[in-house]
């Protein structure tokens, strides 16, 4: 089954209890209470993101973390790929890894397709929208959102 492992989930939950908040440095221990994940997997998480230039830390009495760019300005995808990597499928699905059976594979195409709709798609869905209420959104009316897989979609 294809399941973000649990730090990247608790990524998009800061990130969005975050983006509730714009404007407000918040520290790690209030981030961790609101949020109910613990302090220790709070504070790795807050670190590797502002790392990774997603938030701002600002230190003192009143430091804490806040988002480095505007909600509607960060993709889910973008945390995902900071947590976890490259959005891909299967292994072939990445452009830079090979296969033992690439010369006799004839998916391998259609495992790119399909792995590059994924990662088109979480990175059309910002923090903004995840952050809010559940709203249909344009995927959600087609039937068969697969028919985006044509052969003009990279």
């Known amino acids: 089954m294809l399941r973000l492992s649990k730090l990247t989930d608790y ?15 918040i520290n790690a221990k209030n981030i961790a209470e609101q949020t109910g994940i613990s302090l220790p997997t709070t504070s790795k998480l807050l ?13 003192g009495i009143k430091g804490g973390y806040q988002l480095a760019y505007p909600a509607t300005d960060i993709s889910l995808g973008m945390v995902i790929q900071t947590l976890e990597g490259p959005i891909a499928l299967t292994e072939c699905s990445h452009a830079t890894l090979h296969c033992n059976l690439e010369k006799q594979c004839t998916i391998r195409d259609n495992w790119r397709r399909i792995s590059a709709f994924i990662q088109m798609t ?3 869905i910002s923090l903004a929208d995840i952050s809010q209420p559940h709203k249909l959104s344009p995927l959600e009316t087609q039937e068969n959102p697969l028919h985006l897989l044509s052969e003009n979609h990279p």
């Open 11 to 25: 990524a998009v939950v800061i990130m969005a209890y975050l983006s509730q908040h714009r404007g407000l440095a």
């Open 122 to 124: 979480l990175m059309h």
């Open 47 to 59: 670190k590797r993101l502002s790392h990774e230039g997603l938030l701002q830390a600002n230190r």
